[in-house]
C-alpha cells in the first residue's frame, strides 16, 4: 500500500484531528505511516496543511504532483494546496456545491449531527465510503472510538456516518 | 515492547521519561513546545516523580536543568532554536564545564520558517560551543537519539545537543515505546570550585579538556555516518544528508528510481564528524552532494573543493529543502533529464488573524484610534497578528518592544521636538520572559512612551503553558503565582492602570490619561494592563457578560470594520453589499458595537444576552 494524501483547511477547522485519525488508522491496518502538520501562528484561521503517506516512506513531505488524494475542508485552498494532487489525483471538498469538484456539505452533515466542530470527520466519513483511502469507514470508526474523548464521541461518530451515508 | 502513533516531539518527550530524566525545563515555542508537555504526561503515565517546569525563559530553563545534572542526576532542557540564542550564555560555557549527569539540549530549528524569526541553524551554535549534535531524521531516530545523547553525555561529561527540525518536531509516526528506566540517583553535588566556579585562569585547561573530549568523540563509532552502498552505476560519487533532509532525499531517489545506484550516507551527528570519515570523503569520491538543513555544517568541515552544496550553490541558501527542491538538485548533480516541474506560483491562502472575541484586537483598536500617528513596537505571541490592525510596527524578538520603544523615544527626544506617542504592546508570557529588564532601564534611563501590557492569563500561541501569574505547574501542580502589577511597581513605573481589554472606553481614557502623564513634567513610562482571558483556553468565556449583536440595515457596505477590526465573525455578504454577523464564530464580546462609523452594528434586543 502506497498513499499519498494531504488535507488542507483553516487553523481552526479540525486538520490536526484529522491528520491524527488517518495515522492512528494507517497504523492499526499494519502500514508505515508517516505525517506532518502545521503548527503555530497559522492556526490563527490561516490556510494549513498536513501530509500523510502511508506505505514505505521515510519523509514526511509530498512534492507538488504527487497527492493521491486531496481533502478539503474549505474551498478557498483549492487553488493554495491543489496542485499537491497528482493528475488523476481525487480531491473531496466541503463545500455546499462547486462545479467541476466532488463537493459535500461537510459543515451542514456536522451541524446536523450537533457538533459543528466534526465537519472535518464528516468529510473523512465521506472520503472512507467513496473508497478513496487506504481503508474504509470500519477501520477509521473503530479508530475515531479509540482516539475521542467520551463526551465528543457519539457526535462525532454520527457526524462520521453521516459523510458516510452522503457518500452512497 | 509496544509501539504507538507518536508526534516528532512526544517521542522526544517519551524518550527522556524513558531514560530516567529527572529535571527537565523549557521555554514554550514552535515547534519545540510539545516536548515538555510529553515529559510531563509520560512522567505522569509512568509514576515518576520528576521536576518537570515551564520557565520563565530559557537561560533560566538552561541552568536549573544544568546544575540539575551537576548533582549527578540525568536533566534535559528544551527550546526552539532563537530560544538558544536567549540561552547561549550559560550554553557556552557549560562545554568549557562539562556536566555530571546526562545532559540533554533540545534546540528544534525551523527551516523555512514556519513560525520563528530567522531559520538559524543550532548545529552551528552546537560547533561554536564545541559539543556533540545529533540531528534525527524522523520521530522514531529522534526517540533513539535521546538515548544516545544522554549515554554520550555521560560518558564525555559534555552537553550534548539533539537537533530536529519542525518536520520531525511535527512529524507523527509509529514510535516504539519502552519502560521507563526508574531514576535512582540520589542528588550529590560535589564541590570543585575550579570547574563550577572557574575564573579565567582555569579556563584554558578547561578549553583544553574540551578539545581533548572532541578529539575522542570523532572516533567514538556511535558518531559514525551511516553507510548505504549503490551498485557502482554512478561511480565515484556520494550524497552525503542529515536530517529530515535525508529522509526527503531517500523519497525522491525511490522516485526517480535511483534508490541503490549511488552511494549515500546519512550524518547522524553533523558535529564534530568523524577524521575517518571527512579523509574518506577526500580520497574515496570525485563528486560529493551535501543535503543538509539549513547552513553548511558539514559542508564546511568537509574542507573539500569537491563538494556541491550551498557554497557551490547547487543547494540554494535559503529555505526548507522541501522534495521539490532537494528534486531539482539531484537532477542537476547527476545531470538527469529534468521532469516538469509545477513551478507557478500559488496563491497564499488565508493570513491567520486574531481568533473571534480576542481581548487583544479590543486593545489594538484602542490604541490605533487613540493615537492615530503613533509609533507601534511589537512583541512575539498571537498579538504580533496586530500589525492586521496598524497596530504593530516592528516585531523583533521576545521582550524588544519595550527596548525599542525606548530606543525610539531617545532617538526622537533629542531632536528637540514634540516626539510621537510611543505604544509598546507585550504579552504577559513574553513580558515575564524578557520584559522586565527592558522595563526597568527604560524607567532608569528617563524614556517617555506607554507599556500596554496585552494579559490573556496564558502562553497562547504555543498551546496554553501557563505563565508565571497563573500558579500553576507544567505537572498540573500549585506554583505560587507571581503578579505583573507587583513586578511594574517595583520596577519604578508611577503610572499604572488595569483595565478589562473589552471595555475599549475605559481602555481609551487610561490611554489619553498615560500619554498626558508620560509627557508631563515629572513623566516617565507609562503601564497599562490590558486583561482579557484567551478565547480559546478552556476556562474562558464562563465568566463575562455576552451581548448579541447585530448588523442593521444601516449598514453602508464601507468596509471599515472588515479592515480596521478585521473579526473573523464580521462577515461579507457579498449579494447584499453589506457586513453580516457569522452566528457560529462570534463569541459576543459586544466590542464591534464601537467600530461601525455609522453605528449600524447594534446589540441585538431580541436576544436574551
Known sequence: MRQRIVVSGRGGQGVLTLTRVLAEAATAAGHEVITTETHGMAQRGGAVISTIKVGPFHGPLIASGEAEVGLFLHADNLPVHGHYLRSGGTALVNATDLPGHDAVDADRLAAEAGEPRAANLALLGYAAGKGVL???????????????????LERNLTAFRAGVEASK | MTRRVLMGNEAIGRGIVECGCSVATSYPGTPASEILESVATFAREAGHRMHVEWSVNEKVAYEVALAASYTGKRAAVSMKQVGLNVASDPFMRSAYLGVKGGFLLVSADDPGPHSSQTEQDSRFYAMFAKVPVLDPSSPREAKEMVGLAFALSEAYEIPVMLRPTTRVCHARQAVPLFTPEREVRPARFDKEPKRWCATPRFVTDLHRGLT??????????????????????????????????????????????????VDRYQVKAPYPLPTDFIERIGSAYERVLVVEETYPVIEMQLANRMVSGRGSRLVPNEGELTPEVIRGVLVEFLGLEPAPVHTASMPAGARPTLCAGCGHRAAYYAISQTFPRGIFPGDIGCYTLGVNLGAVDTCHCMGASIGQAAGFYHAYAQDGQAFPSIVATIGDSTFFHSGIPALVNAVNQRARFLVVILDNGTTAMTGHQPTPGLGRTASGEQGRPVFIR?????????????????DVETLTAHLTDADRYMRSEEGGVAVIIASSPCVLAAEAGTTRAVHAVRVTEDCTGCRECLDLFECPALVWDEAAGKVGIGQGTCARCGVCLHVCPVGAIVADEGEPA
Open chain 1, 134 to 152: 487506504f481503508a474504509g469507514p470500519d477501520l477509521f470508526e473503530a479508530t475515531i472510538r479509540r482516539v475521542t474523548p467520551a463526551k465528543h
Open chain 2, 486 to 502: 507587583d513586578l511594574v511597581r517595583a520596577s519604578g513605573v508611577a503610572f499604572l492602570q488595569e483595565v478589562d481589554a473589552y
Open chain 2, 212 to 261: 581533548d573530549k572532541l578529539g575522542r568523540l570523532r572516533a567514538d563509532p556511535r558518531l559514525a555516518p551511516v553507510f548505504f552502498p549503490g551498485d557502482g552505476t554512478v561511480p565515484r560519487t556520494c550524497i552525503i544528508a542529515s536530517g529530515v533532509a535525508f529522509a526527503h532525499t531517500w523519497d525522491v531517489l525511490d522516485e526517480m528510481g535511483l534508490s541503490g545506484k
